[in-house]
């Protein structure tokens, strides 16, 4: 649909942001080649806290050495640097699952790596996302527990998770990520909102405009800024142009630029790793590809509620490449059924 509805035969090259979906698939494939070591899923894990530790380390550096407001890292970004940190952070937590003795707990550092990681970018809304990805993390860990002791686990948790928000609280308070909270709050009572909060309230009433104007059809991936700048005042957007533009939601970008298929695309991206994960075995690592996936999955639907995700190079490969080694290396030879 993006192709279809290009305005000139140069549009179509933005297809290729797309292009990691059908590289995920060859990287399965080497994924299984690899897989069925309990070894192996764990190394990988380990692969995922060393990617978040060296996430931290870029930050130290724009920070301490380069003397940045903000890490940004290399050909990146801020939210990059932060949303990358995140995903990896809480994938290397799966290593608790896979591994066995005191070392399972190395990998409880991830998530505390990605929050050092958030906060040295500055970015408020991964911020936002730590707390339904704690949540889901403590969930898998109870649900791994004896039966007999998940309730005394769950409080005890629960306990640790309170303790470690507010812990958190202290810390960052004063900072720029401590305002995430309270712009959300500000935002949900009517109160005054940043501008970066304003412009993107103006971006998601001009998006759903035009996407009622053009509901099955869309205007292009390249059309988005074309047409949104017939609605938005280009003076007032300068740092947006006519090449470079999106409304920082992935429903909308999305629903713009080919309609209602296109929203059915970006729910089919979303579905379809969780849904490979509920049906990909009965081994004892299911849970483990299940949670991998909805990690990836519940930190790129938040994120796109505030930001541009799918569709973006970058955001889309570590997307779909994260999916597909998650599903084919957490694995093990099937148990044998009942």
């Not at 190394?43 to 050495?65: K, N, S, Y």
């Amino acid at each position: 649909m993006f192709a279809i509805a290009a305005g000139q035969p140069a549009d179509v090259r933005f297809v290729f942001n797309f292009l990691p979906f059908l590289l995920a698939f060859p990287v399965y494939g080497v994924g299984r080649q690899l897989a069925g070591e309990r070894d192996v899923a764990e190394m990988i894990a380990g692969l995922f806290l060393a990617g978040t530790l060296i996430a931290v380390c870029v930050g130290l550096f724009d920070v301490l050495v380069r003397g940045m407001y903000r890490s940004e890292g290399f050909y990146s970004g801020a939210l990059v640097i932060a949303r990358t940190g995140l995903v990896f952070g809480f994938l290397a937590a799966a290593g608790f699952f896979l591994s066995d003795g005191k070392r399972r707990y190395v990998f409880l550092s991830g998530p505390v790596l990605a929050l050092v990681c958030i906060y040295l970018a500055g970015a408020r809304g991964a911020l936002l996302i730590v707390p339904f990805l704690s949540v889901l993390f403590l969930v898998f860990v109870v649900g791994a527990a004896p039966a007999r002791q998940r309730m005394r686990l769950a409080v005890r948790l629960a306990l640790m998770l309170i303790a470690g928000g507010l812990g958190v609280a202290v810390l960052i308070g004063g900072s720029r990520v401590s305002e995430a909270f309270t712009s959300v709050a500000h935002v949900l009572s009517g109160g005054a909102v940043d501008d970066a909060i304003r412009d993107r309230l103006d971006f998601y009433s001009t998006g759903w405009t035009l996407f009622m104007q053009a509901p099955w059809g869309g205007y292009g991936w390249a059309g988005i800024p074309r047409m949104a700048f017939t609605i938005l005042d280009p003076d007032a957007y300068t740092a947006y142009s006519l090449d470079f533009f999106d409304f920082h939601n992935d429903f909308l970008n999305f629903a713009v630029a080919a309609g209602v298929p296109g929203v059915a695309a970006l729910l089919g991206f979303f579905v379809a790793p969780i849904l490979s994960a509920l049906r990909s075995g009965n081994d004892r690592l299911r849970p483990v590809r299940l949670y991998g996936v909805l990690v990836i999955v519940i930190t790129y639907v938040l994120a796109g509620l505030t930001d541009i995700s799918l569709g973006f190079d970058r955001f889309t490969a570590t997307y779909a490449f994260s999916v597909a080694v998650v599903l084919a290396v957490f694995r093990l030879p099937a148990s044998p059924r009942s």
